[in-house]
């Protein structure tokens, strides 16, 4: 196949955050694989699955993968529409297999502590006042909210036993929902007198919708310093919700503290594993799905940083190790939603558009990189320029592809 150049914008978001390069992308840019092999392309139309986004039992044929993995994460790029009915469609399909016990998104514990309340109780006034404080990320869009009264519905509609629990495990991300958080945790009595000051600058923060990270910082520090020279007072006092408490305490001390590092990525996949360990018994005997951003959810190790995947997958203290199965999203001829300010760009990062054109199937295909006799378990093959990975095999890092086609962008709220 001879080289086929075209100019890409190149979206590579993760965390909040989002990078964008523009240059000339070809197949010689990929890695140690300068072109895709021909046994790549035929394997790959012998597997080829269309998807319908809104007839889930298509993907019957993942229920091997079912059997084997116990956290599957599907990794998007920010800001494409598509991958909300992506992510609805994979959460349907596995309460219809009766497979999920855990829904992990990428999502602090405070807002899947409200969540967990909107999906119970259906006040609207939650997702409002939890997306207040959103705007300007990339989850400050209508599709966002949308997609919680999509998954409300769903999560009513099954018997109580076969709920799914949603789990948050993403840092802090919000200042204004992790005080919410911590003053909805306040019994209803009056607290012990050396803890009332800080009740009440708790309090003070939450009426005024404080957006000041370093302000709930320094509360939560003396917050801190409480719990360990109080703990037993503070433990009567909080009751059942000691322990929740004092996580989000924490959570925003280290979610302070990472921002203001060098290595933010590094710090924030430490953080969340670290959550990830905080819920050991959890994961050891349920199993769990997410949608994240797409480094998120690589097994191997991606410009020397070790994502969350990776993480759970590799590490010996793991409660998931060798559990993970990864979906990757890559995209052709879609658009996407830019911050600062909020605006509509073109978007794609596939390579090798042409043979990929001739054995897609509508706006949704999923590729399978691990079946049987397949060149991806064996070499470096990789169709997305959106990363540049130097070593192992495609599925050291992701096991399957959905490529999406011809999305819209997200919108944001207002």
């Known amino acids: 196949m001879g080289h086929r150049y075209s100019f890409f914008t190149i979206l590579r978001i993760s965390f909040g955050g989002l990078l964008l390069l523009c240059f000339w992308a070809c197949p010689s840019a990929n890695g140690p694989n300068q072109k895709m092999p021909r046994s790549a392309f035929d394997y790959l139309e012998d597997h080829a699955m269309g998807i319908d986004v809104n007839t889930p039992i298509n993907l019957a044929t993942l229920k091997s993968m079912l059997s084997e993995h116990k956290f599957i994460m599907t990794g998007e790029t920010h800001g494409v529409a598509a991958n909300y009915d992506l992510e609805l469609m994979m959460l349907q399909y596995l309460v219809e297999e009766d497979w999920l016990d855990y829904y992990v998104p990428e999502l602090p514990l405070s807002f899947c502590y409200f969540l967990s309340q909107y999906l119970e109780n259906g006040d609207e006034e939650i997702l409002t006042r939890l997306f207040a404080p959103l705007k300007n990320t990339f989850s400050w869009t209508k599709e966002a909210k949308q997609h919680w009264q999509k998954v409300r519905v769903l999560y009513q509609s099954l018997p109580v036993a076969k709920r799914f629990r949603l789990i948050g495990i993403d840092v802090e991300h919000q200042a204004r929902n992790a005080q919410w958080m911590m003053l909805d945790l306040l019994p209803a009595q009056d607290p012990p007198s050396f803890f009332s000051s800080a009740v009440t600058t708790l309090t003070q923060l939450v009426e005024i919708n404080n957006d000041d990270y370093p302000k709930l910082y320094e509360l939560a520090l003396e917050i801190q310093a409480l719990m360990l020279n109080q703990s037993p ?23 302070f503290e990472a921002r203001n590092d060098d290595i933010f990525s590094t710090q924030r996949e430490a953080l969340i594993f670290e959550n990830v360990l ?40 793991s409660p998931l190790q060798g559990s993970i199965y990864s979906m990757l999203y890559v995209y052709h001829d879609c658009k996407a939603l830019l911050k600062d300010p909020y605006r509509e760009a073109n978007f794609s990062n596939l390579l090798f558009i042409r043979d990929f054109g001739k054995i897609a199937s509508g706006d949704f295909t999923l590729f399978q990189l691990d079946l049987s006799n397949s060149p991806f378990e064996q070499d470096l093959i990789w169709p997305s320029n959106s990363v540049y990975l130097k070593d192992g095999v495609t599925t050291d890092y992701v ?16």
């Open 399 to 414: 096991q399957s592809i959905v490529l999406v086609r011809h999305s819209k962008a997200t919108t944001p709220l207002d």
């Open 278 to 317: 905080h819920y050991r018994d959890l994961f050891e005997n349920g199993n769990s799905f997410g949608q994240w951003g797409a480094n998120h959810v690589y097994q191997k190790a991606v410009e020397e940083i070790s994502w969350l995947a990776a993480k759970m997958n590799n590490d010996a203290n």
């Open 233 to 255: 007072a503070l433990e009567t006092y909080l009751g059942d919700h000691f322990e929740s408490f004092q996580a989000v305490n924490q959570l925003v001390i280290h979610t």
